[in-house]
């Protein structure tokens, strides 16, 4: 019963983040929704990069403390945390705001308009914001909160970004162009953030009282636990970062490699329409992430992990393969749903479907590698992803424009879950696709 409310929970952002995308698309002109697309995949690099891996070893050691119900060490986890995004966010907006007085100069002297610059240099403010609502979307999965966990990591953005545009649009008739879209997102992150601090307080304020004590008196025996959780969080966080920069590099590359911004549109939507498959098989495993680093000490508990595994990865194999035939058999009619220019991206929209197949058959593999202290090998893995991708991208893109771009991702996936199911054979002795 777990994976259906999981299935449909991802189903359900898939929903909200296509609705969303349909309502800028019919507000949008292609070129704007393509500068927006990549300015929100930056957004989410640079969130995730401000907390230095935290949001992902947190539910290797996070969600263990609350497991054994070692509170102290908990809230001592939590105000590391922190400190971290206090002083991260600090360092970035200094460097931020130095920059934005450089940009403001040169629109006062009149040698570049500051409304000519990219829509990314304005999402960089939100970044802050952004890396915050990561981090209590990951405290909400550690406190074995699966659904709410889920729903604010796959469904939020795209749900409140809906109701906010609903009346911006049909009752303000607000016209979306770069400062509105900035706003949009602003607002959005706000009430994100807002909402998951009210949940996390509520549920959680023993220990959340406790953290607030060690923000800023850190004891002897807090040091001592802030070494190991930095060498994991630090090579998580290479992993991380990697992981989206990937995931981002083929719309970037494919902006600066082919002139035309309509194509870079409407492989934005061939992206948004193949991301239903990201989205569902990583919401499938929400509920094992936060148990792997519990279940990897001895082999009982291993072969426990293993019979969890395996049904979910049945689960995941056969309802995302019902779903991937699906959207390939009506990839027209959807398509269409942006415009009738977005119908061009149907053939990018296949081969990025073929590759959300090939991460179906890998999922638990990177999963077992980050929550169970083999981080190295799951950044060896990483650096092999981003090297097939640059090195792909740019050759099948020069060559094919938007085909290349999901040819290259379909490479690098490839090759992503080849590398990650030996790694989990070679380190664990565990299988990750039932019979692999």
Known sequence: MNH?????????????????NVFLTRHLSSALFGDFSVALSVFNVVSAYMLFGTATSS???????????????????????????????????ALLALFTTIIVGLHLFHIHDIREYHLVVYF???????????????????NRDVYLGTFFGTNSLYLFGILLLIPAIFIFNITLHSESLWLL????????ATIQSFILFFRMHDVLGQSFSHVFNRTVSDQAHEKEWWGVSL???????????VSALDLILLEIIDPSKAVVGCYAAALTVAGIIWVTQQALFQHVSPMISSLIETEKEKRELQVLINK???????????????????????????????????????????????????????KLLAYSGNEKSLLTVSILQVTTMLIS?????????????????????LVRGISAIYFVRKKLGMRTMIFL
Do not use: H
């Open 4 to 20: 259906v409310i999981l299935f449909i929970l991802g189903l359900a952002g898939f929903a909200f983040k296509f609705l969303f």
């Open 59 to 93: 539910i290797r050691f996070f969600s263990s403390y609350l497991k054994k119900n070692e509170s102290e060490s908990a809230s001592t986890y939590i105000a590391w945390n922190l400190r971290i995004v206090i002083v991260s966010s600090l360092i970035f907006l």
């Open 124 to 142: 960089l403010w939100i970044a802050p914001l952004g890396a915050l609502t990561l981090l209590l979307s990951s405290y909400l999965l550690c």
């Open 185 to 192: 997102m602003l607002c959005v992150v706000i009430i994100i």
């Open 235 to 245: 090579r998580l966080i290479l992993n991380q970062l990697v992981y989206l920069i």
């Open 312 to 366: 979910t990865q049945i689960a995941n194999i056969a309802l995302n393969a019902i779903l991937i035939v699906a959207i390939a058999t009506f990839a027209d009619p959807i398509l269409r749903f942006f415009g009738p220019e977005y119908v061009t991206a149907k053939v990018p929209l296949w081969i990025l479907l073929g590759a959300g197949f090939i991460t179906v058959l890998s999922t638990p593999a990177a």
């Open 393 to 413: 991208g740019v050759i099948l893109i020069s060559l094919f424009s938007s085909i290349g771009a999901a040819l290259a991702v379909m490479t690098t996936q």
